[in-house]
């Protein structure tokens, strides 16, 4: 077991680990710029986007979608100054099957993008479209965007509740008139895990073992780490993703989760530094706006945080309460004082502090720095710790 995960002996078992190829790291294709967008209230402006992107390729996103020029001028303005900085991720598009939307692409000097189109039945009918509408707008964009010299990742909307029938013949289609890779598309998180396997399973075989296929999920069950994983496993070669899970409703795939779920459960490689991902995630709240659970995987404020005293008594065996290091995603493990907080808990602070307290004092601290806490509902400060301590 590496040194710095610690996680249980049963997930060495076959049925857990076997399926994965570990010949090669797994990619991510970062969609924070614009899907991530979606979420209710968020607006980027262009100079954050450049920053975010800029801290995107850092963090060794392979691939970063910066934005659909054609739905604001500021859109505009931050792909073309993404696109001019010249970043080790690559810049990628978003384009409906609309020669509009791709020539807004084009004349950015855009050189790749997402090509998206309705596939199921009810999407179809929402949009008043017919499959061979929807089959000739596919085409004919894909056509378009090759014909001026893009790489095009075709992206069924719906896919999950698609007619098998028609995904694979229109996933064909698109290869066909020139797309390069192709995404099964959980648009509204409404597969299981174990399904989508199976039909990321089913459309690496229809297509063969030389088309990427790339997974995007959502969010609406609690289940897109969950299912994104079962996408690398079923051959999904690329991830789809943002930041912080944000976007649309229950939001989509966080990155950063199925990064370390695959490498420290699954012992997949993934082209990610968890290193820099509290920091990514930091500016994406900040410029969003918003500010994640304390206790959200990967980034949360709280991971290695611990006030309650049983476990501050374990806080010299870091694997004891924790089930990777802190030093995997750049974390500080700290001690924290408050309702819940033991003799152990004052004994590590004062420590931390540099305070001269008698022992024989704790239990009076930790009852005055209780009950400060309960009335005041709220943890205590170091300054308030002190005050107590020397009183």
């Not at 384009?95 to 009810?122: F, K, N, Q, W, Y």
């Not at 089959?135 to 378009?144: K, P, S, W």
């Not at 900040?286 to 994640?292: C, H």
């Not at 924290?336 to 907080?341: A, E, R």
């Amino acid at each position: 077991m590496n040194d710095n995960i610690w996680t249980s002996d049963l997930n060495e078992k076959p049925e857990v680990q076997d399926g994965f190829d570990r010949a090669k790291p797994v990619r991510f294709y970062d969609t924070t710029l614009r899907d991530g967008e979606q979420s209710i209230g968020v607006v980027f402006t262009p100079e954050e986007k450049f920053e975010i992107a800029c801290a995107l390729s850092d963090l060794g996103v392979s691939r970063i979608e910066a934005g659909f020029p054609r739905v604001s001028a500021a859109d505009s303005q931050a792909v073309k100054r993404i696109l001019d900085e010249h970043l080790e991720a690559e810049i990628w598009g978003f384009s409906r099957a609309m020669t509009e939307d791709l020539d807004a692409l084009i004349e950015l000097g855009t050189t790749a993008t997402v090509i998206e189109v309705p596939t199921s039945e009810i999407k179809m009918e929402a949009y008043g479209l017919t499959r061979e509408k929807v089959m000739q707008r596919a085409v004919g964009a894909i056509t378009h965007a090759v014909e001026h010299g893009m790489r095009v990742l075709f992206f069924p909307v719906d896919g999950t509740r698609t007619d098998l029938g028609f995904l694979r013949e229109i996933y064909v289609a698109g290869l066909e008139a020139g797309a390069s890779e192709v995404a099964v598309v959980d648009t509204i998180g409404a597969c299981a895990p174990e399904a989508i396997e199976g039909l990321i399973n089913e459309v690496t075989g229809w297509l063969g073992p030389d088309i990427p296929v790339h997974f995007h999920g959502h969010n609406d069950f609690g289940l897109a780490t969950a299912s994104a994983i079962a996408a690398v496993r079923g051959g999904a070669e690329w991830i789809q993703g943002t930041i912080n899970g944000m976007g649309e409703r229950a939001g989509n795939a966080d990155i950063s989760e199925v990064a370390l779920a695959l490498q420290c459960l699954y012992h997949v490689p993934v082209d990610i530094d968890l290193g820099k991902a509290r920091r990514v995630s930091a500016m994406v709240q900040k410029a969003g706006g918003y500010q994640v659970d304390g206790w959200k995987p990967v980034v949360g404020k709280n991971l290695f945080v611990r006030e309650s005293g049983a476990v501050a008594s374990q806080f010299h065996i870091p694997e004891a309460i924790e089930p990777y290091s802190a030093e995997i995603v750049a974390a500080d493990r700290r001690i924290v004082l408050g309702k819940k907080s033991g003799l152990s808990s004052i004994d590590l602070k004062v420590r931390e502090l540099g305070l001269d307290l008698s022992k024989d004092d704790y239990p009076a601290v930790l009852a005055e720095v209780k009950d400060q806490a309960t009335r005041a509902g709220r943890l205590i400060t170091d300054d308030e710790f002190r005050r107590i301590a020397q009183q």
